[in-house]
């Protein structure tokens, strides 16, 4: 399967995902990583690896319908099969949505339902919880609401933002390749 991956910022679950097709982890190909941010990391992050990045600024169209049409013409020439998303910061529509049912994946951190949208660490943080941790879902019309994949726990380090960000960064590492790696099994054995 040919997988686009869709990232706003560092791009750390990009290159965990990357790593994974090239150590053949993950059997799939990247052939294109799309950011909505034209100066993001992750763009520098993409040469390094050789994957070539796609910069769409939705400030160019007159909506998002105008915006995810010029992506999904992109996504066809490619031929791409599953849209993934790893810290794209914006909603994905229904030009999308119907596009790729069922095939646009997610990844938060947060155990949901709890601490949805922005800023999820901090929410923990925030309201005092001792656990946290990783989703891995299917991307619905909801902000973080479609159906999960893979959760695991992380423990919040009380009062401290870095290290909790730390450790569930490194959670998310392995968490989304092994959602993917499920995904596409489940994928081959069906008819
Ligand atoms: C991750 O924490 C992910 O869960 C959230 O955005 C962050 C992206 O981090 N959706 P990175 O850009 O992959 O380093």
């Given at each position: 399967p040919r997988i686009a991956v869709f990232a706003s910022g560092s791009g750390s679950n990009f290159e965990a995902i990357a790593e994974a097709v090239r150590t053949g982890e993950?059997?799939?190909?990247?052939p294109i990583l799309l950011t909505?941010?034209?100066?993001?990391?992750v763009i520098t992050r993409a040469e390094r690896l050789g994957i070539p990045a796609a910069a769409v600024n939705?400030?160019?169209?007159?909506?998002k319908a105008a915006y995810e049409q010029t992506i999904l013409a992109r996504l066809r020439d490619e031929e791409i099969d599953w849209i993934i998303l790893a810290g794209y910061m914006r909603l994905i529509g229904p030009t999308l949505l119907e596009a790729y049912p069922n095939r646009i994946v997610n990844i938060h951190?947060?155990?949901?339902?709890?601490?949805?949208?922005?800023?999820a660490v901090g929410q923990a943080l925030n309201a005092g919880a001792e656990t946290t941790g990783v989703t891995v879902h299917f991307v619905d019309e909801?902000?973080?609401?479609?159906?999960?994949i893979l959760q695991r726990e992380v423990p919040v380090v009380p009062g401290n933002r870095e290290l909790t960000e730390a450790a569930i960064h490194e959670v998310e590492h392995v968490l989304y390749k092994e959602a993917l790696q499920k995904l596409l099994a489940e994928e081959q054995t069906r008819v």
């Open positions: 993950l059997d799939a190909e990247i909505d941010k034209p100066l993001a990391a939705p400030k160019a169209f007159p909506d951190p947060s155990l949901l339902p709890a601490f949805p949208g922005k800023d909801g902000m973080d609401t479609g159906p999960v």
